[in-house]
């Protein structure tokens, strides 16, 4: 419908499209139209409202009686303005949830509706501008429950679906330990395989196949397999320090042999005659005493590694 033709049935902020025949509601033009707070779409064919419909913030009064609607818009209840609703003779059965935002809403008609029990209950007859009003006050009495209950629903439901989840979750968890253990019970069963069959082999290169002897061969190589390990752990550390404290000793050293040297070439150094000569005995007993620890540490690391490989 042209925006002019619109504008010519607009009276004051009264705009009547009622017995137009309108199978859908002009949404785009009426927009234009912001002067017009009192809209008439009674007596059309009209199903359904589009959502954009919501947008029409500026409408006071809305007459929507005698048309085929079976629903309306989720959003209805962003028509913040409205304060005078007609829905009579219509198929709705039930109203958004957004309707109890309608709060300025005063006069409400939902007569000649197939309305489920609870929205019948509460519209009443609607004979009169008393009963109207007093509709639309317990409708959104009514819907402002209902939509508190939809949300106390919600949210039971939502904790039902966490503690769900959350026992899902352990579940998961508990399968995942079960079969960690599984296979660290495997792994074990396969290790006590192993030394059987090695026990076993070194017994018939032996000539003996007692089971006292098998089983003092197992311990033994448990034992080994152990020390094994702690030894193969440890290496790599002893090794690392090893290496730095060769590094440090060494650059000491040779820090003092050149101090040393050089004072030994220059006799009438000041610095060497006052401070490199009473200190020269102290720093050589130093050095012994550290060579000796450095000494003392190596052979005893090197006999216990000896110890450990030759244990068997």
């Avoid at 090794?239 to 730095?244: A, D, G, K, S, T």
């Amino acid at each position: 419908m042209p925006k002019e033709s619109l504008r010519e049935k607009l009276n004051g902020n009264e705009l009547d499209l009622s017995l137009s025949n309108l199978e859908t509601v002009p949404v785009k033009e009426l927009a234009a139209l912001p002067k017009a707070t009192h809209l008439d779409l009674s007596n059309n064919l009209l199903t359904v409202l589009p959502d954009v419909f919501c947008t029409l913030t500026h409408i006071i009064r809305l007459d929507l009686s005698k048309n085929a609607l079976n629903e309306l818009p989720k959003d209805f209840g962003q028509l913040e303005n409205l304060q005078h609703l007609d829905l009579l003779g219509n198929q709705l059965k039930t109203l958004p949830r957004s309707f109890c935002m309608l709060k300025k809403l005063k006069w409400l008609d939902l007569k000649d509706n197939p309305l489920e029990d609870g929205l019948k209950k509460n519209a009443g007859d609607c004979l009169n501008e008393i009963e109207c009003k007093k509709c639309a006050t317990r409708i959104l009495m009514y819907m402002t429950d209902l939509d508190e209950q939809l949300d106390k629903q919600w949210e039971a439901k939502k904790k039902k679906q966490e503690l769900a989840e959350a026992k899902q979750k352990e579940k998961e968890e508990k399968e995942q330990q079960r079969k960690r253990q599984e296979k660290k019970a495997e792994k074990e069963r396969r290790r006590r395989e192993h030394e059987a069959r090695r026990a076993q082999e070194l017994l018939a290169n032996n000539g003996d196949t007692s089971d006292e002897e098998i089983n003092a061969v197992r311990e033994k190589l448990k034992f080994k397999e152990s020390l094994k390990g702690k030894t193969g752990r440890g290496q790599g550390s002893r090794n690392c320090i090893l290496l730095v404290l060769f590094s440090f000793l060494a650059l000491f050293a040779a820090l003092l042999v050149a101090i040393d040297f050089h004072c030994i070439t220059s006799q009438k150094d000041y610095m060497c005659t006052t401070y490199w000569q009473p200190l020269r005995v102290q720093v050589i007993q130093t050095w012994e005493y550290l060579w000796g620890s450095l000494l003392e540490f190596y052979h005893k690391h090197i006999e216990e590694y000896f110890l450990t490989t030759a244990v068997f």
